[in-house]
Nanobody, 121 residues
């Protein structure tokens, strides 16, 4: 059973920083692209940042220069360093991974349970 578990959410004032982490567990053959999404109240889930197995990154325009995605393949974790946070960054943040489970022939996308980030003065 593949599981993704996020941690590190919380409340912060505008201009502050938070670091989210996501750990992958279970019997796994390979992990491909990993990503962070956010979902604000009443809105659809949107891609924040993605990182390939080789370390190439993509960021949505609204977070470029403020957020940094990283991964540790040996520890099967990814992180999202969020700096200069704005009120509009307030959302539930979800970890997403394209993962091939043990002895599975195809990859599958898995989601974490989400972690709340609130930016407010």
């Amino acid at each position: 059973q593949v599981q993704l578990v996020e941690s590190g959410g919380g409340s912060v004032e505008p201009g502050g920083s938070l670091r989210l982490s996501c750990s992958v567990s279970g019997r796994i053959d390979s992990i491909g692209d990993m990503a962070w999404y956010f979902q604000a109240p009443g809105k659809e889930r949107e891609l924040v940042a993605r990182i390939t197995a080789g370390g190439s990154t993509y960021y949505t325009d609204s977070v470029k220069g403020r957020f940094t995605i990283s991964r540790d393949n040996a520890k099967m974790t990814i992180a999202l360093q969020m700096d200069y946070l704005k009120p509009e960054d307030t959302a539930v943040y979800y970890c997403n991974g394209n993962i091939r489970g043990w002895r599975m022939s195809m990859t599958q996308y898995y989601w974490g349970q989400g972690t709340q980030v609130t930016v407010s003065s």
